[in-house]
């Protein structure tokens, strides 16, 4: 049996408070990765080409209210 199929059966094995608590943690960490990953894409430019349409649709006043 795989590591991760062990998990999947300790998972399941959870009382419903410590579920929840796992599932927050997961979620948390989720969040952590992606917002590094949205830092480390700015720093370099990645995102660069966001801003550009961003200030073309107020310049050419094709913004939207949200």
């Known amino acids: 049996m795989s590591k ?6 300790a998972i ?3 009382p419903e408070e410590d ?9 948390e960490k989720d969040w952590q990765k992606w ?3 949205i830092a480390a ?6 995102l660069a080409f966001l801003m550009k349409e961003a200030l073309e649709a107020k310049a050419t006043n094709k913004l939207r209210d949200l």
């Open 4 to 9: 991760v199929e062990e998990i999947k059966q």
């Open 35 to 37: 917002d590094a990953q």
């Open 41 to 46: 894409d700015s720093g370099s430019g990645k």
């Open 19 to 27: 579920y929840v608590l796992l599932r927050q943690w997961f979620s």
């Open 12 to 14: 399941d094995t959870l």
